[in-house]
């Protein structure tokens, strides 16, 4: 059952410290599950959590009161030129994207400024761009891939 949000102050976001994944785990699994099957085989959950718990990835969360109603993990790549966070995998509830999406934004964008990250990269579904458009994300690429399993039929 979704948590009734007065306001955008009832939510927070949180940095899960690599020590305590394991505390909210069950909470998250269930929200990034859906994007992780989408990787098609890049990563499946096991690997998603020994990634974040080695601090490889980190582990974000929006709760309120406790109850975790969005999360998403990002990873920061280092190229030649520039530093660039990429948010990997991310999920909630979408009945209360407004309440957490801005402040997950906002928080990622901060960290990722602090950490010196000169971009900020994220490949989602599709109806993720209207959304990410309306933030001044810009559609830059178009991610295209095909099995190589695929290839011998």
Same mark, same amino acid.
């Given at each position: 059952?979704? @948590?009734?949000?007065? *306001?955008?102050?009832?939510?927070?976001?949180?940095? !899960?410290?690599?020590?305590? @994944?394991?505390? @909210?785990?069950?909470?998250?699994?269930?929200?990034?599950?859906?994007?992780?099957?989408?990787s098609n085989g890049r990563m499946n959950m096991a690997t998603l959590r020994r990634s974040?718990?080695?601090?490889? /990835?980190?582990?974000?969360?929006? =709760?309120?009161?406790?109850? !975790?109603?969005?999360?998403?993990?990002?990873?920061?790549?280092? &190229?030649?030129? !520039?530093?660039?966070? %990429?948010?990997?995998?991310?999920?909630?509830?979408?009945?209360?994207?407004?309440? $957490?999406?801005?402040l997950g934004l906002n928080s990622v964008e901060g960290w990722a400024r602090d950490k010196?990250?000169?971009?900020? %990269?994220? @490949?989602?579904?599709?109806? $993720?761009?209207?959304?990410?458009?309306?933030?001044? &994300?810009? =559609? *830059? =690429?178009?991610?295209?891939? /095909? *099995?190589v399993e695929a290839l011998d039929g």
């Open positions: 059952m979704g @948590v009734a949000l007065a *306001s955008p102050a009832d939510c927070q976001v949180t940095g !899960v410290h690599a020590a305590f @994944v394991h505390t @909210v785990w069950d909470a998250v699994a269930e929200l990034l599950e859906p994007a992780v099957e989408r974040i718990e080695a601090r490889d /990835k980190q582990l974000w969360l929006a =709760h309120v009161d406790g109850d !975790v109603i969005a999360a998403w993990v990002t990873q920061v790549n280092e &190229y030649p030129d !520039v530093r660039v966070c %990429e948010m990997l995998f991310g999920g909630g509830r979408l009945g209360e994207i407004q309440m $957490w999406l801005d010196g990250c000169g971009l900020i %990269e994220l @490949v989602g579904r599709p109806g $993720w761009r209207r959304e990410l458009e309306r933030r001044g &994300y810009r =559609h *830059s =690429h178009v991610v295209m891939e /095909k *099995s």
